[in-house]
Structures are given as structure tokens and as C-alpha cells.
């Protein structure tokens, strides 16, 4: 499956951003499918999940209750909505694919799709 991510930008503190993460080539739905983001200086780190249907989602601690994972199954897109976003948000954010996974993966190991990434700025 190839993924495209889109809908990165400079936003301010407190402002909000929708990215999007759009797959061809294979079934989408038999994918689960996260969101992960990296830093500068930093290591990728785990950001969202949702299972093959949408009907599970998990979140990291740092993004719980800000953002939000949803998918569109007939338009074969991943969506991550960013709410109350603040500096330390700001990073290159990832989407990827987990063939028959259960939504709950948190490591990159586990995901063997990823897009190309889309940058995200928080300015203070």
C-alpha cells in the first residue's frame, strides 16, 4: 500500500490542524493504521492508532484528549485532527499502514507502510 500524507503547515499555539494520510494500491480497510511523529534530535515516537474498522482507538499520554484518529474507509484516508496544539507538537508526522493489525501498535516496528511525512509547526 503506498500513503501520502498531507495538511501540515505553521499554526499558532492554541490553533488546530487537520492531516490527512491517503493509501492506494491495496485493501485499506484490511489495515490498521497510526499516526507517529519525529522531532529534531528526536526519535520517531507513536502518536494514534485505529484499528481496520475505526472502531478502536489509542492514543500516547502526551496527545490523549487534543487529538483525535479517524479514518474513512470508502475514501481509503486516515485523518489525525490536532486540537489546542502547543510548541512541542512540532514535528515531521507519519502515517502508516499495520496489515491485520489490531490498532493498538505503538512501535514503528510494527507498521510496515509509511508515507513520506508532513511537517508540523507550532509557533509560541
Known amino acids: 500500500v503506498q500513503l501520502q500524507a498531507s495538511g501540515g503547515g505553521l499554526v499558532q499555539a492554541g490553533g488546530s490542524l487537520r492531516l490527512s494520510c491517503a493509501a492506494s494500491?491495496?485493501?485499506?480497510?484490511?489495515?490498521?493504521m497510526g499516526w507517529f511523529r519525529q522531532a529534531p534530535g528526536k526519535e520517531r515516537e507513536f502518536v494514534a492508532a485505529?484499528?481496520?474498522?475505526?472502531?478502536?482507538?489509542y492514543y500516547a499520554d502526551s496527545v490523549n484528549g487534543r487529538f483525535t484518529i479517524s479514518r474513512d474507509n470508502v475514501k481509503n484516508t486516515v485523518y489525525l485532527h490536532m486540537n489546542s496544539l502547543n510548541p512541542e507538537d512540532t514535528a515531521v508526522y507519519y502515517c502508516?499502514?499495520?496489515?491485520?493489525?489490531?490498532?493498538?501498535?505503538?512501535?514503528?516496528?510494527?507498521?510496515?507502510?509509511w508515507g513520506q511525512g508532513t511537517l508540523v509547526t507550532v509557533s509560541s
Open positions: 502508516a499502514a499495520d496489515l491485520y493489525g489490531s490498532g493498538y501498535s505503538t512501535r514503528t516496528n510494527e507498521y510496515q507502510y
Open positions: 494500491g491495496r485493501t485499506f480497510s484490511n489495515y490498521a
Open positions: 485505529i484499528s481496520f474498522s475505526g472502531v478502536r482507538t
